[in-house]
């Protein structure tokens, strides 16, 4: 199983960045996944999550209403569209599966890509 | 501020047993919700540690181990060994705010 993220960067402020997560070696439509970020030096900090079939999507309060977490399950892939994009983003982003297509229990974060960049500095 | 918490550092010999708490509330693990257990090496993604109260993926030895009592959970490693040193994160599930997964401060383990 793998997941692997794409399209970090350094960006200024205001501006906008998408993350992909590409996945293989399982069948992707049968779980739900997540972004997680960890700042530099920081601990863990869940951004936002989708099930299966993106019937439920939910949003940290931190991000909400600037970012929009997506998948395409035709394409085994994960999407977290990044706008107005804040110095306090500037964190490692971890694409992670869930260990169900449901994100309505407490299910294990089993597998973790290694994470994408961003940098939001002027 | 995390919704759970965790000591930010804990420390012990090789071949002693160390805890590392974490402490919710009453929307989270005393809801009974499950805990999860993730170990974080430098430079590298966390890897779940044991899951389901009490499941450890393949590979994880038996020296770690959970148990959960109200509102806190605990992990603990037996027979420390230097490759334990690492970061380690509880997660769980909070009914009361959005998306609900939801993540301990982390705490570091040093084994001296």
């Known amino acids: 199983m793998q997941l692997v993220e794409s399209g970090g960067g350094m960006v200024q402020p205001g501006r906008s960045l998408r993350l992909s997560c590409a996945t293989s070696?399982?069948?992707?439509?049968?779980?739900?996944f997540h972004w997680v970020r960890q700042a530099p030096g920081k601990g863990l900090e869940w951004v936002s999550s989708?099930?299966?079939?993106?019937?439920?999507?939910g949003y940290a309060d931190s991000v909400k209403g600037r970012f929009t977490i997506s998948r395409d399950n035709r394409k085994n892939s994960l999407y977290l569209q990044m706008n107005s994009l804040r110095a306090e983003d500037t964190a490692l982003y971890y694409c992670?599966?869930?260990?169900?297509?449901?994100?309505?229990?407490?299910?294990?974060?089993?597998?973790w890509g290694q994470g994408t960049s961003v940098t939001v500095s002027s | 501020q995390s919704v759970l918490t965790q000591p930010p550092s804990v420390s012990g010999a090789p071949g002693q047993r160390v805890t590392i708490s974490c402490t919710g509330g009453?929307?989270?693990?005393?809801?009974?919700?499950?805990v999860h257990w993730y170990q974080q090496f430098p430079g590298t993604a966390p890897k779940l540690l044991i899951y389901?109260?009490?499941s450890r993926p393949s590979g994880v030895p038996d020296r770690f181990s959970v148990s959960k009592s109200g509102a806190s959970a605990s992990l603990a490693i037996t027979g420390l060994q230097t490759e334990d040193e690492a970061d380690y994160y509880c997660?769980?599930?909070?009914?009361?705010?959005?998306?609900?997964?939801?993540f301990g401060g982390g705490t570091k383990l040093a084994v001296l």
């Open positions: 070696g399982f069948t992707f439509d049968d779980y739900a």
């Open positions: 009453a929307s989270n693990i005393g809801a009974g919700y499950d």
């Open positions: 389901d109260r009490s």
């Open positions: 997660q769980s599930y909070d009914s009361t705010l959005s998306g609900h997964v939801v």
């Open positions: 989708i099930n299966w079939n993106s019937d439920t999507i």
């Open positions: 992670v599966k869930y260990s169900s297509s449901s994100v309505d229990y407490s299910y294990a974060l089993d597998v």
